[in-house]
């Protein structure tokens, strides 16, 4: 009797430790799964960013901003509009337009970027850029790309360019020919709409058509990191125009200012991020 009641206790204890052990298994794997597939409220929300300005500098109403850069100490502006179109170094303080060379009246100019003693300029729907001299605006050469072109930046010796999909094109300046793509994601969701572009400490910054947007884009991975809205810099009291949306970004590496403007706006503002935390 006590030899047969020591086997029962025995697998009855064996039994308790088996099911114990399944139980801790399933929880185990359970947690598991909830940390690689977390949902849409465990997931880390993008950061969002508003603006103090700085200082608001003169525009041309009239300049319907397609690219805007800053380099040697003066606004480089690419307009559009089919017999409007044009290519423009400006005074920053003043918004004087000292150099400028008008492109033929078939082409819609786009952004802008400047590789070297080169400015590179995209058109919209014509499938063909141009690349003009730094210094006196004479036509260097043509290239030609597929789709239409939108904004234009540079990095190194790399142009990236959007076309107002959700992807962005690496290219080499040399001979035009792309060397890869990205998808721009906000977590899984592609972002499209992407127009103007603009290198700021590393990140590439793209207005996003239509929109008082402009996204901060890992050029690595694609990935928005953070949102900037634009939403009120215009005054109310300025009555805008058909069209005339936020589209330009410039940055001053060398005093670390950003500059932000739109098609048609009267001004052209340096502003200041204020982080909003998650939004």
Do not use: C
């Not at 003169?58 to 397609?66: I, S």
């Not at 992407?194 to 990935?223: C, H, K, M």
């Not at 500059?259 to 001004?267: A, D, E, N, Q, Y």
Request: proline fraction near 4%; avoid cysteine; charged fraction near 20%.
């Amino acid at each position: 009797m006590k030899t047969s009641s020591r086997l029962v206790s025995r697998a009855t204890l064996l039994a308790a430790l088996l099911l114990s052990t399944a139980s801790v298994q399933d929880a185990s794997s359970a947690d598991n799964f909830s940390q690689a597939s977390p949902s849409p409220r465990q997931q880390k929300r993008t950061p969002h960013y508003s603006f103090k300005i700085v200082h608001a500098f003169p525009h041309d109403r009239e300049a319907f901003t397609q690219g805007l850069l800053y380099h040697g100490g003066f606004l480089y502006e690419g307009t559009g509009l089919n017999g409007r179109s044009s290519l423009r170094k400006v005074r920053l303080e003043t918004g004087e337009v000292l150099q400028k060379v008008d492109l033929p009246s078939e082409y819609f100019g786009e952004g802008i970027a400047i590789v070297k003693d080169e400015i590179f300029l995209l058109t919209w729907q014509s499938h063909v850029g141009f690349v003009f001299d730094l210094n006196d605006f004479h036509i260097v050469r043509r290239f030609s790309y597929q789709g239409e072109g939108w904004g234009l930046a540079a990095r190194g010796n790399e142009l990236y360019m959007s076309d107002g999909s959700a992807q962005i094109r690496v290219i080499d300046p040399a001979s035009f020919s792309e060397k890869r793509r990205f998808t721009v994601r906000e977590g899984n969701k592609p972002i499209d709409q992407l127009n103007e572009l603009e290198f700021v400490e590393g990140e590439l910054y793209a207005n996003i058509w239509n929109s008082d947007r402009i996204a901060r884009i890992s050029p690595q991975t694609g990935q928005v990191l953070s949102w900037i809205d634009l939403s009120g810099i215009l005054s109310p009291l300025y009555r805008r125009q058909e069209g005339a949306v936020l589209n330009g970004i410039a940055y001053d590496s060398a005093h670390k200012r950003l500059f932000v403007t739109g098609k048609l706006w009267p001004s052209l503002f340096e502003i200041r991020l204020v982080a909003n935390g998650s939004g």
